[in-house]
């Protein structure tokens, strides 16, 4: 529901969260009346009660040290959504956009600097936007947020600043992603060119998940976020769950629009349930020189999940851009109108589906491989998911660096608590243990580079898409052609 408020109360909004984020700053500020009537200790006991992002803004230089400059942002990501600045007019009604202009409005007056976004083209087009950018020596962009694969992509081209070389990052500030996250994002190593947390939203709306019809789970006895809580929603548990609901409805033989299915999904899913059972298909050795994972873990995965989506006689598994008689738009429709119990999309989706879904569906990570996986872990799409990285053509990386990082701080009480209340506001998922499953999710974000962009991700899409069952065979073809495509990955991230 979009917060129908006037520009007025926006303003007002911005300030008012700027008085209360900065007060304690301020009211500890060291003055000579406090030096002489306050006992020794108190400066102690102050500094012990500051929050992070308290501590982190009294290091932040002062206004003036900034220049007044103008501060642009570029921006390209797979849906067009410009996540880092708009204008008063531009944000007013949508609960995102008025976070980000508060978010940016608290920035500014703490740094006095100007922030502003522009598109840079087509997310497609990112590599070659950025080559221009940095060929021509041009510092239009003093930061970019964009498609995460193709920020890694302009890495590989040595078009991105290392932002763990510079001193003005520290990616153990609470408003980054997690250390795991960043891990993934090196692969490995300690070399950082990109970054997100609480400063963008689009890579927690590019997480998959799995939804799920209530009523149609109930009458069947099925629980799954007791299974969820259990660590009994596995591989196994779900592919029987599904076997519940698959059947040839009106009897002709045929699996249409007519009929019901387990889930419905697109020929990505194997994709999905590799990095749900925390495999990277894509992996580098000591050297820096790619492989694709051949472990008998990962061929066990990928078989107990092709030998349920390969079956065409079967109706678990609807996968979308392969079933002719149904298709994307058709498809689209089978789960919210009740002819599927679960389907398989992105939290991006979910927030879509509670307008247009009468019935009640609930929200699940990604089932792990078996009981004895220790975690959830939830895809990531890399096309759609974004993250911040500085161009090699800007000469000042490291006021840039205090420039996010005031961001991120000032991001974690605006744009992430706007972008997570987005997701879970409704009637339709309003229960608590959506709210607790979407915690999970958030919190197991699992980076493979094994996804859109990489040669394997299509041809794996191919053999689902052709429902049949080749995985190994595949791996093992196209192991010298991952390793060409990824040679320049030593180049610039650091395996000794």
């Known amino acids: 529901m979009k917060n129908q408020i006037t520009r007025t109360n926006?303003?007002?909004?911005?300030?008012?969260?700027?008085?209360?984020?900065?007060?304690?700053?301020?009211?500890?500020?060291?003055?000579?009346?406090?030096?002489?009537?306050?006992?020794?200790?108190?400066?102690?006991?102050?500094?012990?009660?500051?929050?992070?992002?308290?501590?982190?803004?009294?290091?932040?230089?002062?206004?003036?040290?900034?220049?007044?400059?103008?501060?642009?942002?570029?921006?390209?990501?797979?849906?067009?959504?410009?996540?880092?600045?708009?204008?008063?007019?531009?944000?007013?009604?949508?609960?995102?956009?008025?976070?980000?202009?508060?978010?940016?409005?608290?920035?500014?007056?703490?740094?006095?600097?100007?922030?502003?976004?522009?598109?840079?083209?087509?997310?497609?087009?990112?590599?070659?936007?950025?080559?221009?950018?940095?060929?021509?020596?041009?510092?239009?962009?003093?930061?970019?947020?964009?498609?995460?694969?193709?920020?890694?992509?302009?890495?590989?081209?040595?078009?991105?600043?290392?932002?763990?070389?510079?001193?003005?990052?520290?990616?153990?500030?609470?408003?980054?992603?997690?250390?795991?996250?960043?891990?993934?994002?090196?692969?490995?190593?300690?070399?950082?060119?990109?970054?997100?947390?609480?400063?963008?939203?689009?890579?927690?709306?590019?997480?998959?998940?799995?939804?799920?019809?209530?009523?149609?789970?109930?009458?069947?006895?099925?629980e799954p976020y007791q299974d969820v809580r259990d660590g009994t929603w596995t591989f196994d548990t779900y592919h029987r769950y599904l076997a519940e609901f698959g059947s040839d409805v009106d009897g002709d033989g045929k699996y249409t629009v007519d009929d019901m299915y387990g889930t419905m999904t697109g020929s990505g899913v194997l994709s999905y349930f590799l990095a749900s059972a925390g495999e990277h298909l894509i992996q580098f050795d000591q050297d820096g020189n790619a492989y694709l994972n051949s472990s008998e873990r990962i061929f066990n995965v990928a078989d107990k999940v092709l030998r349920v989506t390969s079956d065409k006689n079967s109706a678990q598994y609807c996968i979308m851009d392969a079933n002719a008689r149904i298709g994307w738009e058709l498809g689209g429709t089978m789960f919210p109108n009740g002819h599927s119990a679960f389907a398989e999309d992105s939290i991006r989706k979910v927030t879509e589906l509670r307008f247009s879904m009468e019935a009640d569906f609930g929200i699940l990570p990604f089932p792990k491989y078996d009981e004895a996986q220790q975690s959830y872990y939830s895809p990531l799409s890399t096309a759609a998911a974004t993250a911040y990285s500085i161009p090699v053509s800007n000469d000042d990386p490291e006021t840039d660096a205090w420039v996010l990082e005031v961001m991120g701080c000032y991001s974690t009480d605006t744009v992430r608590y706007a972008a997570m209340e987005t997701a879970l506001t409704g009637k339709l998922i309003r229960d608590k243990e959506s709210e607790e499953m979407l915690d999970l999710i958030f919190d197991t974000k699992f980076y493979d580079l094994g996804f859109w962009g990489s040669n394997v991700y299509g041809s794996i899409c191919a053999m689902v898409h052709s429902y049949s069952n080749k995985f190994v065979s595949t791996v093992e073809s196209m192991q010298k052609q991952t390793a060409k495509q990824y040679e320049a990955v030593k180049d610039y991230y650091s395996f000794d």
């Open 10 to 222: 926006i303003a007002i909004s911005a300030m008012l969260l700027l008085a209360s984020l900065m007060s304690a700053c301020s009211n500890h500020a060291d003055t000579s009346d406090a030096v002489t009537t306050q006992p020794a200790d108190t400066e102690t006991n102050v500094q012990e009660s500051l929050t992070p992002e308290e501590e982190f803004l009294r290091t932040v230089p002062a206004a003036d040290q900034f220049g007044a400059d103008d501060f642009i942002i570029g921006w390209a990501q797979q849906y067009d959504v410009n996540e880092a600045a708009y204008t008063l007019e531009e944000a007013e009604g949508d609960a995102i956009n008025e976070a980000i202009y508060q978010r940016n409005l608290m920035t500014e007056e703490k740094l006095g600097i100007k922030i502003s976004a522009q598109n840079i083209g087509s997310w497609l087009d990112i590599p070659s936007a950025v080559a221009k950018l940095v060929q021509a020596d041009a510092d239009e962009y003093d930061v970019l947020c964009m498609s995460t694969v193709q920020t890694f992509n302009c890495v590989l081209q040595g078009y991105m600043h290392e932002l763990s070389a510079l001193d003005n990052m520290d990616f153990t500030h609470p408003w980054w992603d997690t250390e795991a996250i960043l891990e993934m994002y090196s692969h490995g190593t300690d070399d950082v060119y990109f970054v997100s947390g609480d400063i963008n939203y689009q890579d927690d709306f590019a997480l998959g998940a799995v939804m799920f019809n209530k009523k149609l789970c109930a009458d069947r006895d099925i």
